[in-house]
Structures are given as structure tokens and as C-alpha cells.
């Protein structure tokens, strides 16, 4: 008989994956208790609580295992494409083409985390001029210098203009270290100037007719360097095929989300779901499997929500989380006091919707990435999660600030302003550090206070 | 006449004019005391600064913010929010090789002068707009020369009462200044300042500069003198306008935001072979990370040495400014 769902411990891992294996357990290729990937320097793992389905195992064996699959594709002789900042547009051109992988440097932000600092890479960043008063994605110039992290990319892409002064910044130190980029432009979304024909982006905003020609011409460069890149042509209907498969992707997370965030108890973690969530941007290096890791969630998630069990209690506060926590610590925290995820804003909500198809491939992508919630105005991210957080039965929002990002100065007032002002419902900001030990008690009083808040007014 | 103000390099003064309104070159009084309302931390000053005196200022009608930088965008539209002047954001292509990057600079001032024409300007013809960039053209030229023989902050006040004045007669009023005090130039020791943007209060640091036995030979900090336009070149191709705005402006103001940034280097190379400058002062403002990701770079490639000095809001600039100008002029000694 299988265990109720729970949440897990590393340890408690070992025994629960000796039972299913016990119990003939089919793994994929990457899979293997999750406590190896201790050994291979994860230590964070021994902070968190895991989600004990199998689901969730092939989930994190998914996701520690990217390294190694980059290096094989290396290895196989694939090509593989770094794209860096643009969060689920680029790879979708790279994955068209046969034997092409396409992964997110920006992905080691995560390693400080996850490696509890032990890598070192915040430290070379630090050496390079680049230090605390930047977003921890500056990680990613170390692992470009020890290589260690993933191969080096046949080809770099980097969207600029309408984005963060962090990632330009530290993307054009790499550039002046010697890793060539493409340079492509996203310009800052802006509402029609009166006259100006417009067209509706996934999502439902509108943005000039010229804004989506200009950025449609950024991912015709985009094809034609890919292609040259793999000595092959970018075609149409290679690119029809490829959005299709992330629409799958996206429709996959779609309903993950719906059936997750909108069950009375939790059915899994806001720790897997933000991992889950991520696959839409990047697949983990490779797409195929990402599909099969979020069908096997969705299976879970809907048994669980069928027998009207989860893995928290069904009085949990329902709290809208904005942005993502360099530290995946903060996600079982807000768990452990008393509140659980119902609605997120990770900064990629244009990775998660429906891409066109109703429309050349390539403008519909440029479609897509003029709908990124970073590149409009923060007062337009603030509408949209207001209106999700109503559509979810929010109670409250944390704001998860990251550490020297540039947009988070500004944008948490904008954010929690209107979130006062439409829904008059408790906020709170917090700071999340790559590794949050040193301000643990903090966080936990402030996080315990808004559960307090949402139980409070339950009760009036 | 309606007055629009502007804070970023990147704003020709001269197209504001040629639509019949007065630019006004913004510049903060001073970083503020970092005690003001709303946010601050993780902000840089001057971007907030100078975004809030834009919307509280009663005698700015309109103001054109650019995305040059993600503070300038956010701090723009966190100021405006709850204000009803009217605020036009001007993108300035940062991937300069993209394609259409260009294309789209010269678009986006078309897009800014019919924003103009509603404010209640008058759309110019070619000749009317070639005219106003002559005559800032020829004032900025004889600015420069001027500026080469008084103190540097004459100079600077000098660019700055230019570009709030305009460059109108023979004897503007952005020159009656210098000529009036005709202070001349302290002899000292060669210094190029480069990085972000002077205050009014901020000018503290010529004077330190020239205080410690220094001489500003070129001032290219975002919104010195030596960052200005290029000189308008002949006009007797057929391009317009806006081509050659696209021209003095996008392709030639040196600046860290452009990717990649390489052309900000070569001007500073060629400058400094120029200026015979022996030391580089490097002006940061804190959490501006397009400036102060260069630093390192620029320690590395500088052939003079180079010492930094960050600002902030609520500082004693004077204080601060003083121990870090001494220690250039020691590695200089
Ligand atoms: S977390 Fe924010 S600052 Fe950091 S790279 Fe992403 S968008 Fe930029
Ligand atoms: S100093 Fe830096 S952050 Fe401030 S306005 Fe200039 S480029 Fe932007």
C-alpha cells in the first residue's frame, strides 16, 4: 500500500526509495536515490522536505541530472545553445532542429543554493568585479569560468533593452571575457500610441503592430544564427512542429497548476511546483522527457486530489507567491508556517501560456516575448497578479525580493500597493538570500505574522 | 512655450526644439538625503532623483524618460505612477548590432516628436530640424573649445545652462556666464572623469579634483560635456533628420549600457591618447550596475591608473569625495 502523501526528509528518502524499489519501481536513465546527488556536492538537499511520491523522485532526479545530461550531449556531439535571460523563447527555436540542445546559464543561479556556497561561484564572480550588490545569477560567470557546471555552448544568445541591469551587466562581463554573444533586442513593452495598429499578445495584453515587428525581425536573426550554428536551415514547419511541443509542455504545467493551486489542500509542495514550473522555461535539457516528468505529476497531483488528500492541511493560508527564491529552503518554510502556495508569479508568466498558432511561427514567438511580465511596466505585472490572485482565492502575497536585483527596488511597491489597494489583503516583502540559515528566524516572524493575519480575518 | 524635460544623453534637446517646445536638460539638485518616501534601497539616486523632480517640478510640462537603464524605466514609472504630467519613455536600443537597433532609435524619435506634436508642438520641416541641430552643433563646438581654458566646473554648468537655454544668438546666455567670470583653467595634474551622472550638489568633485592639484581635461560622466553629441556632419546627402540624430547621438555617445559595449572603449582609448590624462576618477552611483560592472574591465585595460568613487543618496559627498580625489593624485605623485 502506498504511503499517504507526505513531505520527506533526505534520509526518509533512502528508506521510501528502497520500498519502491522493493516494490519494482521502473526508473528512467537518470534515476537513483536522490541522496547521491548529496554526494556529488548538493548539500541543500539535506535542509529540505521532499515530496515522497515517485513523481517527485523522477522530478528532482530530472532536474539534478541536467549537468550531466549537457555533457553528454556534448560528448554525443550535439550542438547545444546557451540562451541566456529571454526565459522560454529562444530554446523553443533550438529544440526545432534535430541533435540541438538549448539550456539557460542563467540556470546556475540556483547552484549557490543548492551547492550551500561550497562552489565557490559567487566567490570568482566576486574576483571578477561583479559582487553581492548584483542578483545572484552573477553564479553564472563562475561556472563559465570553470566549466565545470555545463560545456561550453556552441552559440550564446542574450535578449537586452527592456530587461534587468543585473543580467546586461553581468552578460556583457562574460562577453568581455571571451564568450562571443548574440546580442538580440526586446524592447520595453508600452501601450498603443493613439492610432497605432495593435495586436493582442498570449495573455491578453495589447502592444503596437510595429513592437511585434521589430521583435519578430530579432528572432529571424535568431533562426538564421541558430541554423548556421547547426549547419542547418531553421524551416517553418520545423518551428510550427516545436511550438506545438512546448504548447504541450505549457498545457501540461497549465493544468498541473489549475488542479495544484487550486485544490482545498495542497496536493503537493510549492517546492516541486516551482521546480515543475521552471521546466516550461528550459525543459531541463531535453523536452521529450520534460513532458513525461510533468504527466507523471499531473497523475499524482489528480489521484491525490480525487481521494481529497495533500500533503498539508486543508486550513493552510492560501498565499500568492511572487517571484522565485534563490534559496528553495524559503518554499518549505512558508510551509512550515501554516500557509501553503496558490497562485505564483515567477517572473516567466509568458512561458506558461498558450503560444499562437494561428500565426507565422516566428511572430508568434516574438508574440510571446514581448508578453514577458518583465518587460512591461511594473504597474501591468501588478494588474495581472491581482487578477490571478482573486481568480485563485488568495488570502495573502509574500513578495520575495532577490538580493541586488535591480527591478525588485522598485517593483515590490508597485506590487504590494496594488495588491493593498484592489484585493485589501495582507502583503508582506521579504529578502531571500541564496542561502537563508543566517536569516531564518527572521523570515519565520514574518511569514508566521502573515499566516496570523489570514487566519485572523478568517475568523472576523 | 511648454517646457519638456529630459535627463538622458540619448534625448536630442535640439528635435524637442525644432517641434517649437523648450527641452530642459534635467539635473538633480543634489542625490537627496536617502531619507525621502518610498523606496530608495536598491535604487540608484540619481535615476530617482531625477525622475521625482520631473514629476513634482511645476515648471516641467512633460518629461522623455528613456530605458537606457532599468533604474531610469522603473524609477520613471514609479514617480509617474499616481501623476497625471505627461511622460514619454524612449527606448534606446541597447543591442547597437542587432538588427533594426538603428532603425528603431530613429523610430522611436519620430514616435517622441508626434508625442510632441499632441503636446501642442508643431511638426518640423527638414530644414527647420537640420537648422536647430546646426546651431546646437556649432554651440556645442565652441563650448568645447571654451571649455578647455576654465575650471571644470564652469564648463560643466556652462553644458548643462546650454542644454536648459538653448544655444539661441551669438552671445548666449549659457556663455555670458564664463565670459563674466573668465576665471582660467588651474594648471594640475591631467584627470579624465568617466561614470554616471553629476548632481548640481555633485560638481563637489571638479573642485576636489582641481582643490588636490588636478585638471579635469575631459569630463565624460553620463551627463558631462565630453559625453555630448558628435559634431552634426555636412548635410548634403539626402537623410533625414532623424538619420543624423540617429548618427551624433546613438552610434557616437560612449556609454556602458550598449551591447555589446565595446565602442565606449575605443572612444576611451582614443581619448585618452588625446587628453594626455594620467588618471582616470571612475563615478558610480550605488546599485548602478551598467557602470559598476565596467569597473573591473576598465582597471584592467586603463593604461593610466583608475580609482573609484561611488555616490549615494545622504552622503557627505564632500567628505567622501575629498579622500578618494587624494588618493588618485598619491598613485599619481
Ligand atoms: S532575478 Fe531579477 S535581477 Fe536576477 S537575473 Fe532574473 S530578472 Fe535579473
Ligand atoms: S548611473 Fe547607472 S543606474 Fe543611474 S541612471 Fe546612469 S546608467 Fe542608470
Redesign the pocket.
Known sequence: MSPAPAQITLGQWDERYAALRAEGLREPSYGGPLSRHLADGDRRLSCLRFDNSPAALRLWNFLLSEEDRLFAARREGKTIIGTMKDLGTVPIMAYALEDTVAFYPDGAWWQPCVMELSDGLLARADAMGIDESFCPVRAMLGAFETGEHFPAPDLLTCSVGATC?DFSAIAQRLSATGFPILWWEIPPRRPCDPGEAAIRLPGGRRVSRSQVAFVTGQMQHLAWAIGQTCGKRLRRRHLAQSIHQANRVRGLLGELREEAYRAAAAPLGAMEMLVAEMLAIHYCSDRDETVAVLEDLLAEVRRRVAAGTGVLEAAAARVYWVNPVADLRAMNLLEECGGRVCGTDYMFGHALARIPTNVPPLEALARMALADPMVGPAGQRAEDICADMAAAGAEAAVISRIPGASHCATEGAVIAEEIRGRLALPVVEIEVPPVIDAVMASLKTRLSALVERVKERRER | MKTVAYSCPFVPPEWIAAHGLRPRLLVPASLGTGAESGPTAGL?A??RAAAQAAVEDGAIDAYVATS??D??RRATELAARHSKKPVFMLHVPAACRAPGAEAMYIAELQRLGRFLVRLGGKEPSRDELILAMRRYSVARASLAATSATIPARQAAEAYWNLCENGPAGDAPPWLWAVQREGKPKPPGVPILLLG??LTREGLVVLDCIEQAGGCVVVNAT?NGPATAAAPLPPVHTKASGAQFLMRTYYRHIPHP?SRPNDWLYEWLAATLTKCHARGILFI??V??D??HAELARLKACSPVPVVDLDLAAGDDTAARVGGRVQALMEMLA
Open positions: 541591469d | 540608484c540619481f535615476a537606457l537603464c533604474q531610469r554616471g551622472p553620463e549600457f558610480r552611483h546599485w548602478c551598467l557602470w
